[in-house]
């Protein structure tokens, strides 16, 4: 793209509409987590002869791809058609036959997308999803959503994607990607539209993911009837109070007759879910060890999991009502979607077990997995506290016991247990423990120096928080649980992953190969480059300077060809980055 001139030329507003969706998706994923960097591109191919339009077009031009990763695409995706066993099938009905045969084709096209993507992702720290497309001019357009795997690997997500011949939705982020990227389908459907390209708003969108998403669920119930009003029925279930309560239970949704489900109590005359007064009612009859049964259309009674329940089956989830409009729906115990005044998102995670467990074997030198195992305990414990409370764990903790007496009540070393920790968590201050898990102080108010690092938006408990830590400048080992009122959970520090030094020597080895090239790959270079700029923190000094200078060295080569048009700073090393932070 050279001045106001499209070089690779779809449409006149694709500018425009790629920018729309581009701040939609930025809007929309924000909310899942604040690391998956979505990024929105268009791929276009044209399947009309138009003059003077080129095969293949990307919008845009600079979004780390290339229209030559595409050459083999065509002939990938009809090897890919001819290979579906869906077309197999004939409809007597010719439009009904041409469209389905259309299907298809978009189908072996958005595989073949992701196919060549993913052989070409430089980092594999990505997942691309690839919508339908919409016939444009000439051209077949498909939106291209980029999001960094990183979150999505670590969420826990279901497997299975059919039920008998129906695809269903595996996960919330699933379910939002694919609303999201339908949007993006019926937006190009009227691609010269105005400003707001797509309808639908962030809340609403989770709305209709979540709806979506509830069909898994009601599918394992086996009853069709009910699918699409359980999300619904438990919204307003919740909603409800009986005799001034709030509704807490659970439900159980499986098939009548689940080999895993022991009906305790059958009802003569089995209870429609719609009828939400009366399963509210029932509700008050289920408690820790039973929950209603159901099929997702009717109510047969109380019941519990009975025998060894096998996840892989993915036939049974638990729904369980928490407070007044709130509910969370689970498979074996792994949380899936919380739903909070009729608004679907991710359940709250308390504490990341694998990062609290690495993170405080680098705070803590020489730990035993016994310690953490303890500590673990503690702040499990402690994250149950609803009015928010604190846990320092410091090798110090005898000695600021001491210090910090007149604002704490020292006590003599003690391992708290579950019950004794809701107890001392419930007054204001913090728990001060040592590296054993054995308490010195309950109560205890944090002193410190101001610091630049605290949030204004954030509560007087995490700023005190960061206040104490910064004032041993990360000179001593420390570590601070903070649990907010708001369900919020820091820990202090947060240290960033580790990564294999092995990965960034490969990378700068593999960087250097291009000086070797007689053409310049404008892509592979700006994917590197992007690589490098990603793991900045990570760099040595000596690496920043050989990136540095081997990046002149390959602009100084190539400043004749038209596609070296980006400019990139110096990398510099970052201060506070160690050996720690290499596995």
Request: with cysteine; net charge negative; proline share 3%.
């Amino acid at each position: 793209m050279k001045g106001d001139t499209i070089d690779l030329f779809m449409w006149g507003y694709q500018r425009h509409m790629h920018r729309s969706l581009q701040f939609s998706a930025e809007e929309v994923f924000r909310r899942l987590s604040p690391g998956l960097n979505p990024s929105v591109f268009f791929l276009g191919i044209l399947v009309d002869k138009r003059e003077g339009r080129k095969d293949i077009c990307i919008e845009p031009e600079d979004c780390g791809v290339s229209v030559n990763q595409f050459s083999s695409l065509k002939n990938l995706a009809s090897e890919l058609s001819s290979t579906d066993q869906a077309g197999n099938i004939r409809y007597s009905q010719p439009l009904i036959q041409n469209s389905y045969e259309q299907q298809i084709t978009d189908r072996a096209y958005v595989d073949a997308i992701k196919r060549i993507l993913k052989k070409t992702d430089f980092d594999d720290e990505s997942d691309y999803h690839v919508a339908s497309p919409i016939y444009i001019e000439g051209f077949l357009v498909f939106t291209v959503l980029t999001l960094s795997n990183a979150f999505t690997k670590s969420q826990y997500s279901l497997v299975k994607d059919k039920y008998d011949q129906f695809p269903i939705l595996r996960s919330l982020t699933e379910a939002i990607i694919t609303c999201f990227l339908n949007e993006c389908s019926n937006a190009l459907k009227d691609p010269n539209r105005g400003f707001s390209v797509i309808d639908r708003d962030a809340d609403e969108l989770f709305r209709v993911a979540g709806r979506q998403f509830m069909y898994t669920i009601s599918a394992a119930g086996g009853n069709f009837d009910g699918i699409h009003g359980l999300y619904e029925a438990c919204n307003q279930i919740a909603s409800l109070r009986y005799e001034g309560a709030i509704g807490l239970g659970s439900i159980i949704v499986a098939e009548k007759g689940h080999k895993n489900v022991k009906l305790t109590l059958e009802l003569a005359q089995p209870i429609k879910v719609k009828d939400f007064r009366m399963v509210r009612k029932f509700l008050e009859v289920s408690d820790s060890s039973s929950a209603i049964v159901c099929d997702s259309t009717l109510i047969y009674g109380l019941g519990e999991i009975r025998n060894k329940y096998n996840p892989k089956d993915e036939s049974l989830f638990i729904i369980n009502f928490t407070s007044h409009f709130t509910w969370v729906v689970s498979h074996d115990n792994n949380p899936l979607m919380e739903v909070e005044y009729r608004q679907p998102k991710l359940p709250s995670e308390k504490i990341n077990q694998e990062k609290f467990y690495s993170d405080f074997f680098r705070i803590f030198k020489d730990i035993s997995k016994s310690q953490l195992d303890d500590l673990w305990e503690v702040a499990m414990a402690a994250c149950d506290q609803k009015h928010g409370t604190m846990i320092v764990i410091s090798d110090l903790a005898k000695l600021e016991a001491e210090r910090l007496g007149r604002q704490s009540f020292p006590i003599k070393p003690i391992k708290l247990t579950d019950s004794m920790i809701k107890k001392v968590t419930s007054i204001d201050g913090a728990l001060l423990l040592d590296r054993d898990a054995n308490c010195h102080a309950i109560g205890v108010i944090l002193d410190g120096l101001a610091s630049d690092k605290g949030d204004s938006a954030r509560g007087a408990r995490y700023n005190s928080a960061i206040r104490y830590y910064e004032k041993f400048d990360n000179s001593k080992s420390l570590a601070i649980i903070i649990v907010s009122e708001d369900g919020m959970i820091n820990l202090l520090p947060d240290l960033i992953p580790q990564i294999k030094h092995s990965t960034v020597e490969y990378a700068i080895k593999d960087f250097k190969k291009i000086l070797d090239e007689s053409k310049f790959d404008s892509v592979s270079f700006k994917r590197k480059m992007h690589y490098f700029k990603s793991i900045q923190f990570y760099l040595q000094q000596d690496e920043c300077v050989t990136i540095n200078e081997v990046r002149k060295q390959i602009e100084k080569k190539f400043e004749a060809d038209p596609k070296m048009t980006s400019t990139y700073s110096d990398l510099t090393s970052n201060p506070q980055m160690d050996d720690s932070f290499y596995i």
